[in-house]
DNA sequence: GTATTATATAAGCAAACGCTTATATAAAGG
DNA sequence: CCTTTATATAAGCGTTTGCTTATATAATAC
């Protein structure tokens, strides 16, 4: 039970910065490659990948590579998926995100 | 909804530290003064208080005094309370540590 | 009053965090 | 092949975090 307590907050800790908290919300209706995290978030791609490197090591997300893109997409797998999902209800929908990218002409076909 | 997701993120951020998260769930169910957390978590008395500060300072907790005690409980007025209790409910109960309050006879009567 | 108990605040410091720039790796296109 | 594109990793650095010790405030007990 201790453990347990420790581990949610491992998760709250990562889910605490306004940028990986976004994309988890993104996640939960669309995968998305690296590039467009970059394209949307006003920050460079190091910064990116090293948001989506915690994000996959505290077992969020998951990974596969598509050709040279790298599509990242919810691990609804992570033991604690259930607490995640409960609260990312409370976020606001990002979809306007998406329909950006496609307007810019910057969506990257994932399928 | 911009503002949203990062009032959220700041949430997180309160919650992604065990000492905070634990005292949350625990308040869910019993107020508590800061001499009883002190006693609790196996750290200094400041160190208690700082925490609480960050906790009262988001809206999370509130405080009333009582002679010479203050206590502790959650504002459940708080705007996002919802997402607060939502994910609480997913952390194993803490009741054993006011158990072991009461055995060590050092349970302040906050009634 | 003075002493004691409970709590908060301030200052200092090591560790963690999140960015940056530079570089490495890996696939695609010519 | 060589170049380009996508991504990851490493190193460096300023900021934030969470503790510590020391001190301040406030209520109680004598």
């Known amino acids: 039970m201790e453990q347990e307590i420790e581990r949610a907050a491992n998760i709250f800790k990562l889910l605490g910065d306004k940028t990986r908290l976004t994309m988890l919300k993104m996640l939960e209706s669309h995968d998305y490659c690296v590039c467009e995290f970059v394209e949307i978030f ?27 893109w790298i599509i990242y997409s919810l691990n609804r797998n992570q033991e604690l998926f259930s ?29």
Chains 1, 2 share one sequence.
């Not at 460079?44 to 994000?55: E, R, V």
């Not at 607490?83 to 990257?108: S, T």
């Open 83 to 111: 607490l995640v999902q409960g609260l990312l209800e409370h976020l606001p929908n990002q979809d306007f995100y998406l329909e950006q990218l496609e307007e810019q002409g910057r969506r990257i076909s994932c399928k």
């Open 42 to 68: 006003k920050t460079s791609q190091p910064a990116i990948s090293q948001h989506l490197k915690k994000l996959k090591d505290a077992g969020l997300v998951k990974e596969s590579r598509r050709g040279q």
